[in-house]
């Protein structure tokens, strides 16, 4: 099996190169990257407005919005869907000050 040394790690980092979009107002960055043809798609919200008795359920909302349906799926058929079609969906909540 093969090892990785340290002097196999470049000791300077490669810039991404990316194409900022906007779309509806909001800033969009796009990075193609070798990925074997996945597409991996991440977003962030700021929560700034979001009022503070809301907060605390943040963390449910996390866990529980990957199994919500949609206007037109059934939360069952909606799951099934992104387990066929997707890696994995999933939403993660991180603070920072």
Wanted: one cysteine or more; glycine letters at 2%; hydrophobic letters at 30%.
């Amino acid at each position: 099996m093969p090892t990785l040394e340290i002097e196999d790690i470049p000791k300077t980092v490669e810039p991404t190169n990316f194409e900022k979009k906007t779309i509806m107002d909001i800033p969009v960055y796009f990075s193609e990257q070798p990925t074997n043809g996945l597409t991996f798609f991440r977003m962030k919200i700021d929560i700034k407005n979001c009022p503070n008795y809301i907060r605390p359920y943040l963390h449910f909302y996390s866990l529980i919005f990957p199994k919500c349906g949609s206007k037109t799926l059934k939360h069952n058929v909606m799951d099934q869907k992104l387990d066929l079609y997707t890696y994995n969906f999933e939403v993660q909540r991180v603070t920072t000050p």
